[in-house]
């Protein structure tokens, strides 16, 4: 009879030196290690509270189990939003003695743990477990800490460039946006209520029509001004129809504005105020992105 022999793998052993492995066992051994892993990445686990063992994290939640950690209590938890990118991500933000001191992912979220907690899962239980967040995220913490973070509205108490600021309440910062003044003690500076001057709707449409027609040449400059003569002072340069009604030098441009609010203070600019400069966080941060790649690629 025959005879075949096993092609053998040396393995490093702890004792002898080597361990003889065939391809066979080899194939087993990685086909189970692959396996746990792919389960470890679809079932999330979770060292249980008495630090004696793993478990899933539904079982977790409910299994009753108590800690000394004092913060994963109810009482010192906070669901919200992570800002930090455009996606968005649901936070589990735990608070002591009133101070935020460590951000997770919301484990009711699929965005942070999957499979999710149910919604029927208490608050009390839920607290027992954390979802998965990035280093960005979990970077929030230094953010509402940070010592430089403006938490009040400054005003600048100097000239221009001396870095001198003074805190001033919402009362009083509404009121000098709204009406203006001598603000800094350099004269009037014109408010929110001097710039909306154009306030018909349909004198709108005609002065944006009109200077369309002169920037196209089919309507000189002289004409326009004879037309519009009783609103020339509605327009910022009247020499420069283009450049609109004052109501343009009323800018909007926000930070991180979410969908929602992003609408409502299109609207308010565009169809309320009437200024046309609207501008977003993705016009001075990811749009280069996308303009270039349309310049190369000429796909967006």
């Known amino acids: 009879m025959s005879t075949q022999s096993k092609e053998k793998t040396p393995v490093n052993g702890a004792n002898d030196g080597f361990l003889e492995m065939d391809r066979r066992d080899f194939m087993k051994t990685a086909a189970l290690v692959g396996g746990a892993a792919a389960m470890a990445g679809t079932v999330p686990w979770a060292i249980n509270e008495a630090g004696e063992s793993l478990m899933p994290a539904h079982a977790l939640a409910q299994s009753g189990a108590t800690s000394s950690y004092p913060l994963n209590k109810p009482e010192h ?12 991500c649901s936070l589990k933000a735990k608070i002591q003695d009133g101070v935020l001191v460590k951000i997770d992912g919301n484990p009711y979220s699929p965005m942070n743990l999957l499979p999710h907690l149910p919604e029927e899962i208490p608050l009390a239980d839920a607290a027992k477990v954390d979802g998965k967040i990035c280093p960005k995220g979990q970077a929030g913490v230094q953010i509402a800490n940070d010592p430089y973070r403006v938490r009040k509205v400054l005003k600048r108490a100097g000239k221009r460039g001396e870095n001198k600021w003074q805190s001033i309440s919402f009362d009083q910062f509404i009121d000098e946006v709204v009406n203006g003044g001598d603000l800094f003690g350099e004269g009037q500076v014109d408010g929110l209520k001097d710039i909306y001057k154009l306030r018909d709707p349909e004198l709108s449409k005609e002065l944006a029509a009109d200077s369309a027609a002169v920037a196209a040449g089919d309507m000189t400059l002289d004409e326009f001004k004879q037309k519009h003569a009783d609103h020339l002072d509605l327009l910022i340069d009247p020499d420069h129809p283009d450049l609109g009604p004052v109501n343009n030098q009323f800018v909007f441009m926000g930070g991180r504005v979410e ?7 299109k609207r308010f600019t565009y169809s309320s105020f009437g200024s046309v400069n609207f501008y977003l966080h993705t016009t001075i941060c990811e749009q280069s992105h996308h303009i270039a790649s349309k310049m190369m690629t000429g796909k967006t």
């Open 259 to 265: 969908h929602g609010r992003k609408e409502l203070a």
């Open 77 to 88: 938890v906070i669901y919200s939003i992570c800002l930090n990118c455009h996606t968005a």
